[in-house]
């Protein structure tokens, strides 16, 4: 079966909170990217919420649950309390634990798993207990994944950055690939599923999932929400100008 899509809602959340005024629509973005076939809604609310606010969440979790039962939900994040009542609270399918710094611009690296292992375990069992598949955001590192199985996940999240990086050099993209590859084996045979995410694009897209055909689920959300808008332009300023009959 091919991954599934989550789309990630951060970037229309970001270019939402420029003004005071609810447009564009968070939930209504999501709403028309499950419509189109998207087979879940990726939020990551940071502590500043300058992308999605938690205020979002509730709104993000009725409309699956309303209107799109079968789609997924997933949440984030660096485990701290704050954000773990906030995951207990919204129910989510998924969540993902990122090592991110508040005052990161974006997430840049996944766990080390060797050294964090003793602060992600309880926090694992923990949000398992609540119900929520628990994913762990993964540098490529085959060893580390073993680790993550040990931890307790059920999938880690490949960090794809350093792949996404590479859009214009092939052969680094490449050996980036190869590396994510090798993790993704390792991941598998110890009996982890794999997601992946970060600066995937249409373009970089299918030679992963060709090397990952046991890729459960890719979240994507930068590369989409900058398609969206181009191939959204045309007919937007074409309605623009019909509006007052230009
Ligand atoms: C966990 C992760 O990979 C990130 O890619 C993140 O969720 C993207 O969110 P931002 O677009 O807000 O950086
Ligand atoms: N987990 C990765 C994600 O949700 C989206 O990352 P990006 O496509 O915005 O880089």
Redesign the pocket.
Known sequence: MPAKLSV?L??IA?LRNRRDLPWPSVTGLGRLALSAGAHGL?V?P?PDER?TRHSDLPEIRALIDDEFPKAEFNI?GYPSEDFLALVERHQPEQV?L?P?DPAQ???DHGWNFATDAAFLTPIVKRLKKAGVRVSL?SDSDPDGARIARDIGADRI?L?T?PYGSCHSDSAEAAKELERLGKTADAALASGLQVNA??DLTVNNLPALAKRMPALAEV?I??GLTADALEYGMAGTVGRFLRACGW
Do not use: I, K, P
């Open positions: 990630n951060n970037a970001m990726t990551h940071r992308h984030e993902t990122v991110d611009a974006t997430s955001f999240e960090y950055g995410g970060h979240s959300g930068h």
